[in-house]
């Protein structure tokens, strides 16, 4: 299983330009998730989703965009790109049990936007 | 006051120390508490994790979770260089949505 697997790994961006972020898992995990990581600052979530067709805002939607259309795909868009979204950007996927509740990540992908 | 806290750090210890890394918390209705590894300029990546109270080991790694507490450890035994990194402590449970929960991370660095 190559687990969750996220493109590009980097990208620069302008600002005022629009870009689509990858994820794709094969373990086939109903939940899946957005992150965004700033330095010091953790892991803030942006999109989650709980199945194919069905998305949810987390913390910071802001700026971003998702879509479900199959459960190993869960692309974030970013339409308007502006220096507040320089970050690193990880996708996770969820596996739940009755006495296990664990998310894989994605390597991620490094964005700056100029 | 934040879901979970944790020490942001740094830590360095020489290597062969044994390391504790704690986060707290104050949402009763976590059970499912994890411990993620991320490496400078890669992903979290899945340590241990424990369900409910108790203790779980796993080679030189140990997770302790003490709900009355409100607190979580993880000890790691004779540390190693390859053990620098950062851990970030996350929770989630049956009743609080589909959200995790995550520390902001403690740096580790092991001294050769």
């Known amino acids: 299983n190559a687990g969750v697997t996220q493109t590009p790994k980097f990208r620069i961006l302008k600002i005022g330009q629009s870009m689509t972020l990858q994820c794709t898992q094969d373990?086939?995990?109903?939940?899946m998730y957005w992150y965004r990581q700033d330095p010091g600052m953790g892991l803030k979530l942006i999109y989650y989703?709980?199945?194919?067709?069905?998305?949810d805002k987390g913390e910071v939607p802001n700026g971003y965009n998702v879509s479900r259309s199959t459960t190993e795909d869960f692309p974030l868009r970013l339409e308007l790109a502006a220096p507040s979204q320089t970050s690193v950007y990880f996708c996770a996927s969820r596996e739940s049990g009755v006495v296990s509740d664990t998310q894989y990540f994605g390597p991620g992908t490094r964005l700056t936007v100029l | 006051q934040k879901e979970v806290e944790q020490d942001p750090g740094p830590l360095s210890v020489p290597e062969g120390a044994i390391v504790s890394l704690n986060c707290t918390y104050s949402n009763s209705a976590f059970q499912y508490f994890m411990w993620y590894r991320q490496y400078s300029r890669k992903g979290p990546e899945l340590l241990m994790y424990?369900?409910?109270?108790g203790n779980k080991e796993d080679g030189r790694f140990t997770a302790q979770v003490d709900k009355s507490s409100k607190y979580i450890s993880l000890f790691i035994r004779d540390s190693q260089p390859s053990d620098s990194a950062t851990y970030l402590c996350?929770?989630?449970?049956?009743?609080?949505?589909?959200?995790?929960?995550f520390g902001t991370g403690t740096s580790l660095t092991v001294i050769p």
């Open positions: 989703s709980v199945g194919a067709g069905i998305t």
């Open positions: 424990t369900y409910s109270s």
């Open positions: 996350a929770m989630s449970g049956p009743n609080t949505g589909n959200q995790f929960y």
């Open positions: 373990m086939n995990h109903n939940y």
